[in-house]
């Protein structure tokens, strides 16, 4: 009996050593998975930060090509004026009256046929605030980039 507990006991030395180095070995890969995952989340938090980033970056640039492209569109938009005086005679005196012709232009194409205004003009006005004041063709409501072409005939 004594032999065989002397044969058996390096058998379970051997075993418990064995099971000591794989619960051991087992630890130091569960930290080392652990250490890997802590790293795989930090990098994907970073990338997804920074898809985030470029996301914001895209829009703000587009927003931005959208706004160019509109002012430089509006900035195509012109109004082409021409005025002149007219006289006519009735039989209880004559009547001055200065006639506005408006029409808006996009790059050299008419959108609008000729409009005409005619407005008396009193001895004394000022004829340039006359045809200011009946621009149906303001220069601030069609953008910032409008002219305004004056034609005298």
Avoid at 21 to 28: C, G, I, K, S, T
Avoid at 88 to 101: H, I, P, R, W
Avoid at 118 to 142: N, P, R
Wanted: proline share 1%; aromatic share 8%.
């Amino acid at each position: 009996m004594e032999a065989f507990i002397w044969i058996l006991f390096p058998v379970f030395v051997a075993a418990g050593s064995a099971l000591l180095a794989f619960f051991v070995m087992q630890a130091r890969m569960e930290v080392a998975i652990a250490r890997e995952r802590e790293t795989l989340a930090q990098t994907q938090a970073t990338l997804d930060a920074q898809e985030k980033i470029l996301q914001e970056k895209l829009k703000a640039t587009e927003a931005s090509a959208k706004n160019e492209a509109l002012n430089e569109m509006l900035g195509e938009f012109r109004i082409e004026e021409r005025h002149y005086m007219r006289e006519s005679k009735t039989l209880f005196g004559a009547k001055k009256a200065m006639v506005l012709q408006e029409r808006l232009f996009f790059r050299n194409m008419p959108l609008s046929n000729w409009v005409e205004h005619e407005m008396t003009v009193e001895e004394g006005g000022d004829l340039s605030q006359l045809a200011k004041a009946c621009s149906i063709f303001s220069a601030k409501g069609i953008g910032e980039g409008a002219q305004s072409n004056l034609l005298v005939s």
